[in-house]
């Protein structure tokens, strides 16, 4: 079975509503060209910085929420939509919500890995002392399969991409936001790794870079295969990406390479 994804590298700035606007555009485009599945990037509705999340933070029934639905409605397509800022009481959560071709809310990730790095002469950023951590792996259904969802520095943890490997996810969705420390030093050979340990479609969907932004984005949407090669990737610049996942070939791998039914975790 073949189908299309989309990854929506788009640009952000301060005003939150021009963020949404620039997003339904975006997806319309997608599934206008054919995509079935379109992402949007981690964090999208504002920039990405501690002063702007919990300013810009909303709650589930909040019109941010409202908004994705509406899109995936009306345009019949699944959406994982990158991550908000989503508040429960109050503690905030770095979050992503996938709707159904109905615009219903088939799945809810919390970021479960917080970014909290020192890279001596590079960045330095604590994500946890603005987000609450997850708990949890998260899948959603379709007619395609099994689908997966991390966000960003959960991909640097392979037991979560494995687990949900297992859980029978096909392709892994990874809104992401590396930066220009980590990302020409991480970014493909974390997909490719996660891609090719569990033979899965991985798509990792970026920001847009902004040289001038309070945190300046790698950019490089892309997808790998359960090869591990890359099948389409982006650039730094505002665009879309996409890709045909081809589940009959995923398969064929993990019958020539059955790695995951090799598996010996008595030993692990």
């Not at 994804?5 to 054919?34: F, H, S, W, Y």
């Not at 709650?59 to 939509?81: C, H």
């Not at 790095?117 to 590079?122: D, L, S």
């Not at 037991?159 to 809104?175: D, M, Q």
Request: net charge negative; glycine share 6%; proline share 5%.
């Amino acid at each position: 079975m073949i189908f299309k994804i989309a990854l929506c590298q788009m640009p952000g700035v301060e005003d939150k509503n021009k963020n949404m606007e620039t997003a339904e555009k975006m997806v319309r485009e997608a599934a206008e060209n054919g995509a079935e599945i379109i992402s949007l990037p981690e964090i999208w509705p504002c920039l990405y910085s501690r002063r702007y999340f919990r300013a810009n933070a909303e709650t589930e029934d909040g019109p941010l929420v409202q908004a994705m639905s509406r899109w995936a409605k009306e345009n019949g397509i699944y959406l994982v939509g990158g991550s908000i800022p989503l508040l429960r009481g109050d503690d905030m959560y770095n979050t992503c919500f996938v709707f159904s071709r109905e615009g219903e809310i088939i799945a809810v990730h919390d970021k479960a890995h917080m970014f909290d790095i020192a890279i001596r002469g590079g960045i330095t950023f604590k994500e946890s002392d603005s987000f609450t951590q997850g708990d949890s792996t998260t899948t959603f259904e379709t007619e395609y399969g099994t689908m997966g969802v991390e966000i960003c520095f959960d991909v640097r943890f392979p037991e979560l991409a494995r687990k949900t490997a297992l859980e029978g996810a096909k392709v892994i969705f990874l809104p992401a936001a590396f930066n220009m420390t980590t990302g020409p030093a991480h970014w493909q050979l974390s997909m490719r790794a996660r891609a090719l340990d569990n033979q899965v479609y991985f798509a990792a969907c970026s920001p847009a870079r902004d040289e001038n932004g309070p945190y300046v984005a790698y950019g490089h949407s892309l997808v790998a295969s359960p090869w591990g090669d890359v099948k389409a990737e982006a650039d730094e610049k505002p665009q879309i990406v996409y890709c045909d996942i081809d589940t009959d070939y995923e398969e064929d791998i993990r019958q020539q390479l059955p790695l995951l039914r090799q598996r010996r975790p008595e030993l692990y």
